[in-house]
Every structure is written in C-alpha cells, then in structure tokens.
C-alpha cells in the first residue's frame, strides 16, 4: 500500500468527512437557494420606478440641510444601553421561570450577572450619561 492509498483510505473514513459532509450539503444548498431567490426576485419582479421613486425622499420633503453633518453620538449610547437592558430582561425572564429547578451554581450565576449589570447602570447614571444636557 503506498502513501497516496493510505490518504484516501484516510479520508474515506475520516471522522471530519463524516461530520462534516452535511455542513457542506447545507452551504450549498444555502447559496443556490439564494442565487435562486436573488435571481427569480430580479426577473419575475417589475423593474419600472417612476421619478417620484427614484427622488430623493418619497416623503416630498426636500433636504433642508447637509448630509454631512455631526451627529450626536447620545443617540447610539442610548440605543446600545436599551439593548444591554433588553437583553438582560431576555435572560432574567427564562431564570425566574425556572428558578425552582435550578441547583446553586445556576442561581449564583445569575445574581453576579445581575450584581454586575447593577454596577453598569449605577456607572452609567454616575457619569450622566442618560442625561441630555
């Protein structure tokens, strides 16, 4: 038996072959349905924009400003608190329904997640970042 044959026989009876073959039936199946959807959603669908549609707002507004302008970063801030709360509600939800069934290690995780989301609101509201002054 020669080198070449040892490697195939290898790769015909690999543990990576095995797991991983319906990996790469599932990309390929994923790229062609997107080529598909991408492609039937191009030819089946009317490409026929008028000039209202192709204006720069639909709304009839002109723009009245720059587009370059600052913008305040207060807006993002917010938005990336809600979604640190909102996550925190996503997670304190599944504890608390099954608080019951859970041993100490559960319980005392979520107490430090919570202790140190704690900490970052009462950071946040130290350093006034949810005010708008």
């Keep these: 038996m020669n080198y070449s044959s040892k490697i195939m026989l290898f790769l015909d009876n690999s543990l990576v072959k095995k797991e991983y073959s319906i990996l790469l039936i ?16 191009y030819f089946l669908a009317r490409q026929n924009p008028d000039a209202e549609k192709l204006s720069a707002y639909e709304c009839g507004f002109e723009p009245y400003e720059d587009t370059r302008h600052v913008f305040d970063v207060k ?27 859970l041993d100490l290690l559960g319980f005392w995780s979520m107490i430090d997640f919570l202790i140190e989301l704690g900490l970052g609101f009462f950071y946040v509201w130290y350093v006034n970042a949810l005010n708008w002054d």
Excluded at 82 to 99: A, V
């Design 26 to 41: 599932f990309l390929v199946v994923a790229v062609l349905l997107t080529v598909v959807i991408v492609a039937a959603s």
């Design 75 to 101: 807006f993002c801030v917010i938005a990336i608190l809600f979604l640190i709360f909102d996550i925190e509600i996503m997670f304190l939800i599944p504890w608390c329904i099954s608080l019951s069934k």
